[in-house]
């Protein structure tokens, strides 16, 4: 009997750590993007990647924010109010391997991708 009072705590433990583990992953994304200032710009390049050109590739060569467009545009995981709110709104909804179109912040527009 003890035993397996044992072996129900365990699992019981095992299933409330992969809970948590779920809650604090749908907490955060993993997200690249491309900045730049003018709309029309942004709008071009959102054509271009809807035309099939590779995100890394247009990152690097156009984005505005240069830290990240070093990394293929790459702003890796952040949580939610770590970023500027339209940014995060929109980076937030977007499904794993989707793209948003043009998103306004103070900084100017990006177009971001999500990867995790």
């Not at 095992?14 to 779920?22: A, L, S, T, V």
């Not at 505005?64 to 467009?69: F, K």
């Not at 970023?83 to 100017?108: C, H, N, R, T």
């Amino acid at each position: 009997m003890k035993q397996s009072k044992t072996l129900t705590s365990k699992i019981e433990k095992e299933i409330k750590d992969e809970n948590n583990f779920k809650t604090q992953m749908s907490n955060k994304v993993k997200c690249s993007h491309i900045l730049v200032q003018k709309q029309s710009e942004a709008i071009v390049i959102y054509e271009r990647l809807k035309n099939g050109e590779k995100f890394s590739k247009l990152a690097k060569e156009l984005s505005i924010d240069t830290g990240s467009a070093k990394k293929d545009g790459n702003l890796g995981y952040f949580t939610k109010g770590m970023m500027v709110k339209p940014f995060e709104e929109a980076a937030f909804k977007l499904q794993i391997g989707e793209m948003s179109e043009p998103i306004k912040s103070e900084f100017g527009y990006h177009i971001i991708k999500r990867f995790g």
